[in-house]
C-alpha cells in the first residue's frame, strides 16, 4: 500500500511552525509525525504538502494509494482501520482522517467510513506541548519495545515509578530523575551535564545536549542537536535549537535553527490568570486559546538577545532578530528585526547570511532550495511587516 501524509489544505492553522515544513514534520512526542507513522509501518511514508515545499518531499503516486491526514497521531488501532481502506474515507466528527484512491489523489471517494475509537489529533500549535505528556508515552513503547536500556552510572539519582530508557553512547553524571509523573526516554549520543534535574515525561532526541544545573519538568522534548539549560517547562523543541542558559521556558514550541540568549524568560501565565489569546494566521487576529498557560511559539531561524523577555502567548514568524529591553509585541512577524522600541524588515540577503553561518557550524549547508522557500515566506509576509 502506497502511504502518503498530506496537509489537506489545513497549512495555514499552524503558521508560523508550517511555513518551513509539513505538519508531519511536526514533532510531539519523541517522533516526528512522519517517523511515527514511519515505526508503525515499517515503510517509506511519502507527503503531499504546499507546493512551494513540495520540492522538499518526495510523493509517489501508484495505482492505489492511502491519504493520510498529516496531523492524525497514529496508534495501533488506526493503523489497522488504514490498511482495511478501499476507495473509501475514513471520518471522525467531520473531520476527514484518511482515504483510499487510485491515481488522482485529489478525488476523495463517496463511501464513508466512521471511526469510533479515540484518536489523537494536532489542531493548533498549542497542542504539540498539551499533548506532549501522552505522546512521549505512547512512543516510549513504541520505542523501546524489544530493546535493552544501557546502565546509568551511581552518580545519578533515579527515582519514581515510571521506566528510564538510556541509549548507546550517552554522557549522564550526577543527574537527578524524577519519573513519578511519567517516562524518560534518552537517545542515542545525547549529554545530560552535572547537576540536571528532571521530570518526566521527557525525552532528550539523539544527539542533544542539557548543560550543567538545568531544571526541566515534564512533559518536555528536547529534539536532535538541541543545546538547552537554565529552566524548562512543557516545552516542545523541534531540532538544533539552542536555549543554552538560565532563564526560564514553559509551555512553548520551538522551532529548528533558533537561539534564545542568555537569560531569556517567556512568561506563561497572565498576571489575572485570564485565559491566553494567541495570534491566529488564518482569522489574522488574536483568538482564546482555551489555555490559562501558554508561552511562546517561535518559528525557524528566529533568534533573541541576552535578557529577552516574552509577554504570555507570543508568537514570533520565520527568521526573526529580536533584541533590547522591555517586552516586544506578542506577534512579531517573520523577518522581523528589533524590539519593544520598533521593528524594521530584517534583509533577507543578511537572513542567509546568518542562516548559512549558523548551519555551518553543524556541518549542514543552506540550500539554494531553502533559499527559495525563505523567499517565498519573506514576499508572503510582508503584509505583516507594515512598521
Keep these: 500500500m502506497n502511504i502518503i501524509l498530506s496537509d489537506l489544505s489545513n497549512h495555514k492553522k499552524f503558521l508560523p511552525l508550517s511555513y518551513t515544513r509539513s505538519i508531519a514534520d511536526f514533532r510531539v512526542g519523541i517522533l516526528t509525525i512522519k517517523e511515527k507513522w514511519e515505526n508503525y509501518l515499517d515503510s517509506n511514508i511519502y507527503i503531499k504538502t504546499e507546493e512551494y515545499l513540495q520540492a522538499k518531499y518526495e510523493l509517489k503516486i501508484e495505482k492505489s494509494n492511502t491519504i493520510i491526514y498529516s496531523a492524525v497521531i497514529p496508534n495501533r488501532e488506526f493503523v489497522k482501520s488504514i490498511l482495511s481502506l478501499k476507495n473509501s474515507k475514513l471520518i471522525k466528527n467531520n473531520?476527514?482522517?484518511?482515504?483510499?484512491?487510485?491515481?488522482?489523489?485529489?478525488?476523495?471517494?463517496?463511501?464513508?467510513?466512521?471511526?469510533?475509537?479515540?484518536?489523537?489529533?494536532?489542531?493548533?500549535?498549542?497542542?504539540?506541548?498539551?499533548?506532549?505528556?501522552?505522546?512521549?508515552?505512547?512512543?516510549?513503547?513504541?520505542?523501546?519495545?524489544?530493546?535493552?536500556?544501557?546502565?546509568?552510572?551511581?552518580?545519578?539519582?533515579?527515582?519514581?515509578?515510571?521506566?528510564?530508557?538510556?541509549g548507546d553512547n550517552c554522557f549522564v553524571e550526577c543527574v537527578t530523575i524524577n519519573t513519578s509523573d511519567g517516562p524518560v526516554y534518552i537517545a542515542n549520543n545525547s549529554k545530560i551535564m552535572e547537576?540536571?534535574?528532571?521530570?518526566?515525561?521527557?525525552?532528550?532526541?539523539?544527539?542533544?545536549?542539557?548543560?550543567?544545573?538545568?531544571?526541566?519538568?515534564?512533559?518536555?522534548?528536547?529534539?536532535?542537536?538541541?543545546?538547552?539549560g537554565g529552566e524548562i517547562n512543557n516545552s516542545v523543541f523541534f531540532a538544533y535549537s539552542n536555549k543554552a542558559h538560565d532563564g526560564f521556558l514553559g509551555q512553548a514550541v520551538i522551532g529548528e535553527w533558533c537561539n534564545l540568549g542568555a537569560d531569556s524568560n517567556n512568561s506563561n501565565l497572565k498576571n489575572n490568570y485570564a485565559i491566553v489569546k494567541l495570534w491566529n494566521y488564518e482569522k489574522e487576529r488574536f483568538e482564546n486559546t482555551g489555555l490559562q498557560f501558554c508561552g511562546l511559539i517561535m518559528g525557524d531561524h528566529s533568534k533573541c538577545g541576552i535578557n529577552t523577555m516574552f509577554n504570555t502567548g507570543t508568537v514570533i514568524g520565520v527568521s526573526a532578530n529580536i533584541f533590547g529591553a522591555g517586552f516586544p509585541r506578542n506577534f512579531i512577524p517573520s523577518f522581523s528585526w528589533g524590539g519593544h522600541s520598533g521593528l524594521t524588515t530584517y534583509k533577507i540577503e543578511t537572513a542567509f547570511e546568518v542562516m548559512t553561518k549558523v548551519m555551518e557550524r553543524r556541518n549542514i549547508s543552506l540550500t539554494e532550495l531553502d533559499k527559495t522557500i525563505y523567499a517565498y515566506i519573506f514576499e508572503a509576509t510582508t503584509k505583516y511587516r507594515n512598521f
Design 195 to 228: 547537576g540536571s534535574h528532571i521530570r518526566g515525561p521527557f525525552a532528550i532526541c539523539e544527539n542533544a545536549e542539557i548543560k550543567m544545573g538545568a531544571k526541566i519538568y515534564g512533559p518536555t522534548t528536547i529534539g536532535p542537536y538541541c543545546k538547552v
Design 95 to 166: 473531520i476527514l482522517l484518511a482515504y483510499n484512491t487510485d491515481s488522482n489523489i485529489n478525488t476523495i471517494p463517496d463511501k464513508t467510513v466512521d471511526y469510533k475509537s479515540d484518536l489523537k489529533i494536532i489542531n493548533n500549535n498549542t497542542d504539540l506541548f498539551t499533548l506532549n505528556g501522552i505522546c512521549i508515552e505512547d512512543d516510549f513503547k513504541l520505542l523501546t519495545k524489544g530493546r535493552k536500556s544501557a546502565s546509568l552510572s551511581k552518580t545519578n539519582t533515579v527515582f519514581g515509578e515510571h521506566p528510564v530508557f538510556v
